[in-house]
Protein backbone atom coordinates (compact mmCIF):
# COMPACT_ATOMS: atom_id res chain seq x y z
CA UNK A 1 0.00 0.00 0.00
CA UNK A 2 1.18 3.58 -0.31
CA UNK A 3 1.90 5.25 2.65
CA UNK A 4 2.07 9.34 2.51
CA UNK A 5 2.96 10.12 6.28
CA UNK A 6 3.54 13.84 7.87
CA UNK A 7 5.07 14.19 10.30
CA UNK A 8 2.64 16.06 12.67
CA UNK A 9 -1.28 16.14 12.42
CA UNK A 10 -2.01 19.13 14.94
CA UNK A 11 -0.09 21.84 15.37
CA UNK A 12 -0.17 25.52 17.67
CA UNK A 13 1.86 28.33 16.21
CA UNK A 14 2.20 32.06 17.10
CA UNK A 15 2.34 34.54 14.39
CA UNK A 16 5.90 35.36 12.92
CA UNK A 17 6.57 31.63 14.04
CA UNK A 18 8.36 29.83 11.19
CA UNK A 19 6.59 26.32 10.27
CA UNK A 20 8.09 23.69 8.79
CA UNK A 21 5.39 20.79 7.93
CA UNK A 22 7.15 17.27 6.13
CA UNK A 23 5.84 15.05 3.97
CA UNK A 24 7.25 11.29 3.30
CA UNK A 25 6.10 9.16 0.78
CA UNK A 26 7.41 5.57 0.60
CA UNK A 27 6.50 4.37 -3.21
CA UNK A 28 8.85 5.85 -5.01
CA UNK A 29 6.64 8.64 -6.45
CA UNK A 30 7.73 11.15 -9.05
CA UNK A 31 5.32 13.86 -8.24
CA UNK A 32 4.30 15.69 -4.84
CA UNK A 33 2.01 18.24 -3.79
CA UNK A 34 0.83 20.20 -1.17
CA UNK A 35 -2.64 21.17 -0.74
CA UNK A 36 -4.47 23.40 1.97
CA UNK A 37 -8.39 22.94 2.22
CA UNK A 38 -10.70 25.05 3.99
CA UNK A 39 -14.42 25.35 3.99
CA UNK A 40 -16.32 26.14 1.19
CA UNK A 41 -13.41 26.56 -0.94
CA UNK A 42 -12.32 23.05 -1.31
CA UNK A 43 -8.12 21.71 -1.77
CA UNK A 44 -6.40 24.45 -3.18
CA UNK A 45 -2.80 23.80 -4.44
CA UNK A 46 0.36 25.66 -2.93
CA UNK A 47 3.26 24.23 -4.69
CA UNK A 48 4.04 20.62 -6.70
CA UNK A 49 7.20 19.00 -7.29
CA UNK A 50 7.62 16.33 -10.25
CA UNK A 51 11.37 15.96 -9.33
CA UNK A 52 13.76 15.90 -6.93
CA UNK A 53 14.73 19.80 -6.01
CA UNK A 54 12.10 21.19 -8.65
CA UNK A 55 9.77 23.19 -7.53
CA UNK A 56 6.30 24.49 -9.55
CA UNK A 57 4.01 27.15 -7.48
CA UNK A 58 0.14 26.26 -7.35
CA UNK A 59 -2.36 28.58 -7.28
CA UNK A 60 -1.84 30.34 -3.60
CA UNK A 61 1.80 29.67 -3.34
CA UNK A 62 2.10 33.15 -1.31
CA UNK A 63 3.85 33.09 2.07
CA UNK A 64 4.68 29.51 1.57
CA UNK A 65 8.05 27.84 0.15
CA UNK A 66 8.73 24.25 0.05
CA UNK A 67 11.73 21.74 -0.37
CA UNK A 68 12.63 18.67 -1.93
CA UNK A 69 15.66 17.35 -1.34
CA UNK A 70 15.17 13.73 -1.89
CA UNK A 71 12.60 12.15 -3.72
CA UNK A 72 10.41 10.80 -0.81
CA UNK A 73 10.34 13.95 0.83
CA UNK A 74 8.45 17.28 0.76
CA UNK A 75 8.33 19.94 2.73
CA UNK A 76 6.51 23.29 3.32
CA UNK A 77 7.55 25.92 5.02
CA UNK A 78 6.02 29.27 6.48
CA UNK A 79 8.73 31.56 6.81
CA UNK A 80 6.52 33.90 9.09
CA UNK A 81 3.24 32.18 10.25
CA UNK A 82 0.10 34.70 9.97
CA UNK A 83 -3.57 33.89 11.17
CA UNK A 84 -5.15 33.21 7.35
CA UNK A 85 -2.76 30.28 7.49
CA UNK A 86 -4.50 28.60 9.76
CA UNK A 87 -5.81 25.71 7.89
CA UNK A 88 -5.48 21.53 7.21
CA UNK A 89 -2.21 21.03 4.62
CA UNK A 90 -2.58 18.15 3.13
CA UNK A 91 0.20 16.34 1.08
CA UNK A 92 0.26 13.96 -1.52
CA UNK A 93 2.29 12.32 -4.60
CA UNK A 94 1.35 10.62 -7.28
CA UNK A 95 3.22 8.42 -10.20
CA UNK A 96 1.78 9.82 -13.35
CA UNK A 97 0.81 12.86 -14.26
CA UNK A 98 -3.22 12.18 -14.19
CA UNK A 99 -2.46 9.49 -11.65
CA UNK A 100 -4.40 8.59 -8.76
CA UNK A 101 -2.65 11.12 -6.26
CA UNK A 102 -2.07 9.63 -2.24
CA UNK A 103 -3.06 11.73 0.15
CA UNK A 104 -1.84 12.22 3.54
CA UNK A 105 -3.89 12.16 6.68
CA UNK A 106 -3.17 16.15 7.06
CA UNK A 107 -1.64 17.97 9.40
CA UNK A 108 -4.19 20.70 11.09
CA UNK A 109 -2.46 24.28 12.04
CA UNK A 110 -3.39 26.50 14.46
CA UNK A 111 -2.04 30.01 13.96
CA UNK A 112 -2.98 32.45 17.01
CA UNK B 1 -12.11 32.02 -10.78
CA UNK B 2 -13.42 28.63 -9.62
CA UNK B 3 -12.56 26.04 -12.95
CA UNK B 4 -14.50 23.49 -11.07
CA UNK B 5 -17.63 24.01 -9.57
CA UNK B 6 -19.62 21.96 -6.59
CA UNK B 7 -22.77 24.00 -6.06
CA UNK B 8 -24.52 21.90 -3.44
CA UNK B 9 -22.29 22.13 -0.57
CA UNK B 10 -24.17 19.33 1.15
CA UNK B 11 -26.92 16.88 0.65
CA UNK B 12 -28.95 14.07 2.59
CA UNK B 13 -30.13 10.70 1.55
CA UNK B 14 -31.86 7.99 3.16
CA UNK B 15 -29.99 4.62 2.94
CA UNK B 16 -31.12 2.51 -0.09
CA UNK B 17 -31.26 5.56 -1.94
CA UNK B 18 -29.69 7.07 -4.88
CA UNK B 19 -27.22 9.68 -4.27
CA UNK B 20 -26.24 12.02 -7.01
CA UNK B 21 -23.44 14.49 -6.52
CA UNK B 22 -22.92 17.05 -9.11
CA UNK B 23 -20.00 19.28 -10.67
CA UNK B 24 -19.67 21.45 -13.07
CA UNK B 25 -16.60 22.72 -15.14
CA UNK B 26 -15.42 25.47 -17.22
CA UNK B 27 -12.24 24.28 -18.49
CA UNK B 28 -12.72 23.30 -22.31
CA UNK B 29 -9.07 21.58 -21.98
CA UNK B 30 -9.90 19.40 -18.97
CA UNK B 31 -9.65 15.64 -20.35
CA UNK B 32 -9.59 13.76 -17.45
CA UNK B 33 -12.03 13.44 -13.97
CA UNK B 34 -11.78 12.00 -10.60
CA UNK B 35 -13.71 12.26 -7.78
CA UNK B 36 -12.21 11.48 -4.35
CA UNK B 37 -13.84 11.18 -0.63
CA UNK B 38 -12.59 12.26 2.79
CA UNK B 39 -13.85 11.44 5.95
CA UNK B 40 -13.16 13.77 8.92
CA UNK B 41 -9.36 13.54 10.18
CA UNK B 42 -8.54 11.55 6.98
CA UNK B 43 -7.24 12.69 3.50
CA UNK B 44 -9.31 12.17 0.77
CA UNK B 45 -9.24 8.80 -0.89
CA UNK B 46 -9.15 8.16 -4.79
CA UNK B 47 -12.50 6.62 -5.55
CA UNK B 48 -13.30 7.07 -9.31
CA UNK B 49 -12.37 8.16 -12.14
CA UNK B 50 -13.25 9.37 -16.19
CA UNK B 51 -11.54 10.18 -19.57
CA UNK B 52 -13.18 12.42 -21.25
CA UNK B 53 -13.31 9.92 -24.41
CA UNK B 54 -15.76 8.19 -22.19
CA UNK B 55 -19.33 9.17 -20.75
CA UNK B 56 -19.87 6.47 -18.26
CA UNK B 57 -17.54 4.43 -15.56
CA UNK B 58 -18.53 2.32 -13.30
CA UNK B 59 -17.12 0.76 -10.21
CA UNK B 60 -19.77 -1.40 -8.12
CA UNK B 61 -22.10 0.88 -6.43
CA UNK B 62 -20.22 4.09 -7.65
CA UNK B 63 -20.65 5.25 -11.67
CA UNK B 64 -19.74 8.38 -13.22
CA UNK B 65 -20.99 10.44 -15.65
CA UNK B 66 -19.66 12.83 -18.26
CA UNK B 67 -21.81 15.16 -20.20
CA UNK B 68 -18.43 17.03 -22.22
CA UNK B 69 -21.09 19.35 -24.17
CA UNK B 70 -22.62 20.45 -20.77
CA UNK B 71 -19.06 20.40 -19.11
CA UNK B 72 -21.30 18.73 -16.58
CA UNK B 73 -20.28 15.42 -14.71
CA UNK B 74 -22.26 13.57 -11.76
CA UNK B 75 -21.18 10.98 -8.98
CA UNK B 76 -24.19 7.80 -8.67
CA UNK B 77 -24.10 6.11 -5.72
CA UNK B 78 -26.39 3.18 -5.92
CA UNK B 79 -27.39 2.08 -2.97
CA UNK B 80 -26.34 4.74 -0.60
CA UNK B 81 -24.90 3.10 2.88
CA UNK B 82 -24.14 5.05 6.11
CA UNK B 83 -20.62 4.29 5.50
CA UNK B 84 -20.68 7.12 2.61
CA UNK B 85 -21.04 9.81 4.44
CA UNK B 86 -18.51 11.94 4.04
CA UNK B 87 -16.72 15.01 2.18
CA UNK B 88 -16.78 14.28 -1.72
CA UNK B 89 -14.42 16.34 -4.16
CA UNK B 90 -14.37 16.38 -7.83
CA UNK B 91 -11.20 16.93 -9.70
CA UNK B 92 -10.13 17.96 -13.12
CA UNK B 93 -6.95 17.62 -14.77
CA UNK B 94 -6.04 18.75 -18.76
CA UNK B 95 -3.41 16.46 -20.11
CA UNK B 96 -1.60 19.26 -21.72
CA UNK B 97 -1.18 21.26 -18.05
CA UNK B 98 1.67 21.41 -15.33
CA UNK B 99 0.36 18.11 -13.55
CA UNK B 100 -1.93 19.68 -11.21
CA UNK B 101 -5.42 18.73 -10.22
CA UNK B 102 -8.22 21.49 -9.75
CA UNK B 103 -10.35 20.68 -7.21
CA UNK B 104 -14.15 21.59 -6.48
CA UNK B 105 -15.02 22.58 -3.32
CA UNK B 106 -16.69 19.44 -2.09
CA UNK B 107 -19.92 18.23 -1.12
CA UNK B 108 -20.95 16.88 2.60
CA UNK B 109 -22.73 14.10 1.70
CA UNK B 110 -25.24 12.64 4.75
CA UNK B 111 -26.62 8.86 4.36
CA UNK B 112 -29.17 9.09 7.21
CA UNK B 113 -30.06 5.09 8.31
Known amino acids: DVKVTQSSRYLVKRTGEKVFLECVQDMDHENMFWYRQDPGLGLRLIYF???????EKGDIPEGYSVSREKKERFSLILESASTNQTSMYLC???????????FGEGSRLTVL | DQQVKQNSPSLSVQEGRISILNCDYTNSMFDYFLWYKKYPAEGPTFLISISSIKDKNEDGRFTVFLNKSAKHLSLHIVPSQPGDSAVYFCAAISSGSARQLTFGSGTQLTVLP
Open chain 1, 49 to 55: SYDVKMK
Open chain 1, 92 to 102: ASSLSVAGELF
